[in-house]
T-cell receptor, first 110, second 112 residues
C-alpha cells in the first residue's frame, strides 16, 4: 500500500524558519507534492518534486530524497498568514490520482 | 473567472436521502477528482475521471457514484446517504498527469 507520515502540529514564531517533514511509502514513485489549506478552505498547490534536491519558490522551498523516501517543505521568514495546514501528497501511479498525508497544522505566533 | 465551482456550499440531509454534489470547471482540464476531508484524516480520493466519458474508483468509493458526460462537469451522487458520509467534499481538476490540482471551495455535508 501507499502511506505518508507527517507531524500533526508545528509551532513557530514570526520571522523564523520552519521545516515540515514527510516520509512516504509507495509501490512506485511519481513525485511529491505539497499543498496549503487555510481554515478548511480550498487546498492550494505549493510545489512538486520529481527529482532529488531542493526546489525554491520565494519564501517556500521543497526538498526530496528518493533514496530515503523523504521530503520536506521549508518555510522562511514566517508570516502570520502562513498559519495553515500543509499536506504532502504522492500519486497512486502515473494516472495523477493523489494520496495525501494527514496534514501538518502550522501555527505562527507573534 | 476561471476555476472550479461547487454547489451547494453546505447541506444538511436526512439519512436515506439521495444527494448530488455539483462540480463545474472552466479550465478545460481533462482530469477531475472528488475528495472527502474528515478531521484528522486528510483528503481521501473518492472517484476520479481522467477524461470525459471515463471514471474510476479511488480510495473510498463505496456509497458514491460519479459521471463525466462532458469535460466541464463532474457530479458526485450519494444514492442513500448515511451519517458516516458527513464530511467536507472537495472537487479538483488538473490538466496533466502529476501537475498541480486545482480545488473547488468545497461542500460541507451533514447527514443526520
Amino acid at each position: 500500500g501507499q502511506s505518508l507520515e507527517q507531524p500533526s502540529e508545528v509551532t513557530a514564531v514570526e520571522g523564523a524558519i520552519v521545516q515540515i517533514n514527510c516520509t512516504y511509502q509507495t509501490s512506485g514513485f511519481y513525485g511529491l507534492s505539497w499543498y496549503q489549506q487555510h481554515d478548511g478552505g480550498a487546498p492550494t498547490f505549493l510545489s512538486y518534486n520529481a527529482l532529488d534536491g531542493l526546489e525554491e519558490t520565494g519564501r517556500f522551498s521543497s526538498f526530496l530524497s528518493r533514496s530515503d523516501s523523504y521530503g520536506y517543505l521549508l518555510l522562511q521568514e514566517l508570516q502570520m498568514k502562513d498559519s495553515a495546514s500543509y499536506f504532502c501528497a504522492v500519486p497512486y501511479n502515473q494516472g495523477g490520482k493523489l494520496i495525501f498525508g494527514q496534514g501538518t497544522e502550522l501555527s505562527v505566533k507573534p | 473567472i476561471a476555476g472550479i465551482t461547487q454547489a451547494p456550499t453546505s447541506q444538511i440531509l436526512a439519512a436515506g436521502r439521495r444527494m448530488t454534489l455539483r462540480c463545474t470547471q472552466d479550465m478545460r482540464h481533462n482530469a477531475m477528482y472528488w475528495y472527502r476531508q474528515d478531521l484528522g484524516l486528510g483528503l481521501r480520493l473518492i472517484h476520479y475521471s481522467n477524461t470525459a466519458g471515463t471514471t474510476g474508483k479511488g480510495e473510498v468509493p463505496d456509497g458514491y457514484s460519479v459521471s463525466r458526460a462532458n469535460t466541464d462537469d463532474f457530479p458526485l451522487t450519494l444514492a442513500s446517504a448515511v451519517p458516516s458520509q458527513t464530511s467536507v467534499y472537495f472537487c479538483a481538476s488538473s490538466d496533466r498527469v502529476h501537475n498541480e490540482q486545482f480545488f473547488g471551495p468545497g461542500t460541507r455535508l451533514t447527514v443526520l
